[in-house]
């Protein structure tokens, strides 16, 4: 079982509103940080004292984060882009050693990209590229430990990494932490078709596990939620499990 990413990126279709900073390859400019409201409290006068104390502590606390911001996470994000776009342009070249990298300072590729600047947007999603390259070239722990690193607020994206994990977990024999990571690559999104091929990879696995009725049941939530992207299989997958 290997990971069509390719497949799932042709076929889903993207939100322009949602996803407008995202370009070829799954490239997304993430933001660096969330930002989080403040929420204060009044304290009776007699509390005067302590409410100074805490107050200051926190506004050393808020003053140190932009400082973080400013001084070291946005500088290493442009850091960090320059030697990302190298690795993609040697990866659009099929250079795919090249792009992976990590052997020398002069070619970080993703995985120096990863290493050097793993606190950044960036740097987790040469993460997620280099997992692929490893997946690629047959290393499927490696590409799962790299996949693992990756976070990101977009759900698709994040459906994909948990996909891509589980047919790590797969090639490494490893099918019932395939089925519990397909079962997070299908709640990670609300994107049908990513839900749809999910459901199907999962219910080939269960049914490859001989459970029967678990497989039965991912099948007929493709039967129930997803014709359009079926084409009518899933009856047959349906009455399969019947027989396997």
Sequence with gaps: ???????????????????EQEGKETVEFFKDLDKEALQTERFVEKNSKLLGIIF???????????????????????????????????????KDEEALGGKSAANPGFLGTEKEYSNTAVGKLSAYNAGLLKFKAGKYQEAYDLLDKFTSGN???????????????????????ALSLLDKAISASSDPYTNYYFTKKAGT??????????????????????KDYDNGMSDAYIEMVKYY
């Design 1 to 19: 079982m290997h990971f069509n990413f390719t497949e799932i990126m042709a076929k889903h279709k993207q939100d322009p509103n949602k996803h």
């Design 56 to 94: 200051v502590t926190l506004l050393a606390g808020v003053l140190g984060y932009f400082a973080y911001q400013q001084f070291i996470v946005a500088p290493n994000n442009q850091e960090a882009m320059k030697s990302y776009l190298a690795a993609q342009k040697n990866l659009s070249e099929a």
């Design 155 to 177: 759900d698709v994206l994040m459906a994909l990494k948990y996909g891509a994990m589980a047919d790590s977990k797969s090639n490494l024999n490893k099918n019932d932490e």
């Design 205 to 226: 696995v269960a049914l490859a596990l001989n459970k029967k009725d678990l497989a039965k049941k991912y099948f007929t939530a493709i039967d129930e939620k997803y």
